[in-house]
Nanobody, 126 residues
Framework: QVQLVESGGGSVQSGGSLRLSCAAS????????MGWFRQAPGKEREGVATIFSNGNTIYANSVKGRFTISQDNAKNTLYLQMNSLKPEDTAMYYCAAKTSYSGPFSPLLKYEYDNWGQGTQVTVSS
C-alpha cells in the first residue's frame, strides 16, 4: 500500500558524496521501520541502513561512519547521505518499508520488508 520512489543516484569518484532520497506515498497505518538496501551484479541484496519511527538507526558494518540515514516526516521522505564513497559501494540502491509486524525481526534482512522502490544506481569509480 506504500509506494516508494528513489532518486539521487549517479556516478562519482572514490571519496565523493551522494544523497539518495526516497519519497513515500499511499496509506499505511504504521511504518515500523524503513531502510536502504543495495545489490551489486552477481550478489544478493544486502541491508545498508535502517531507521525506526523513534529515530533509532542501524547500519551495516561496511558503511558505519560514512553513511547517514534520516527521515523528514513532514515531507514523507527518507534520505541516505553517503560520504567517503568507495568502489565497493557501487550497486543499485533500494528503499524499503516494513509495514507489518509479527514479532522480533532483523531490520537489515531483506526478507523483513514488504514494500520496495524501483531502485537508483550508484557507481563509484577509483
Amino acid at each position: 500500500q506504500v509506494q516508494l520512489v528513489e532518486s539521487g543516484g549517479g556516478s562519482v569518484q572514490s571519496g565523493g558524496s551522494l544523497r539518495l532520497s526516497c519519497a513515500a506515498s499511499g496509506y499505511s497505518s504504521r511504518r515500523y521501520c524503513m531502510g536502504w538496501f543495495r545489490q551489486a551484479p552477481g550478489k544478493e541484496r544486502e541491508g545498508v541502513a535502517t531507521i525506526f519511527s523513534n529515530g533509532n538507526t542501524i547500519y551495516a558494518n561496511s558503511v558505519k561512519g560514512r553513511f547517514t540515514i534520516s527521515q523528514d516526516n513532514a515531507k514523507n521522505t527518507l534520505y541516505l547521505q553517503m560520504n567517503s564513497l568507495k568502489p565497493e559501494d557501487t550497486a543499485m540502491y533500494y528503499c524499503a518499508a516494513k509495514t507489518s509486524y509479527s514479532g522480533p525481526f532483523s531490520p537489515l534482512l531483506k526478507y523483513e520488508y514488504d514494500n520496495w522502490g524501483q531502485g537508483t544506481q550508484v557507481t563509484v569509480s577509483s
